[in-house]
């Protein structure tokens, strides 16, 4: 997922939030290269690269 170069020997995440929703704990990790990933229960769920996110100017942005 991650496009950085050396990021498979050095790959950090950092949890940027958990929430329990009637689908399971939902969890928000970010990658150094700006990439996210969406884990439910545990289980991989969605992979956000750092290009299909929005702008934070963007209109509807998080951040």
């Known amino acids: 997922m991650c496009d950085r170069a050396g ?3 050095d790959a950090r995440w950092s949890l940027l ?3 329990t929703t009637s689908q399971g ?3 928000y990790c970010a990658c150094r290269c700006g990439g996210v990933v969406v ?3 545990g289980r991989l769920a969605k992979i956000l ?3 299909a996110r929005p702008a934070p100017s963007a209109p509807g942005a998080y951040g």
Do not use: F
């Open 7 to 9: 990021a498979a020997d």
């Open 17 to 19: 939030s958990r929430h």
């Open 25 to 27: 704990v939902v969890e």
């Open 39 to 41: 884990l439910v229960d």
């Open 49 to 51: 690269p750092r290009a």
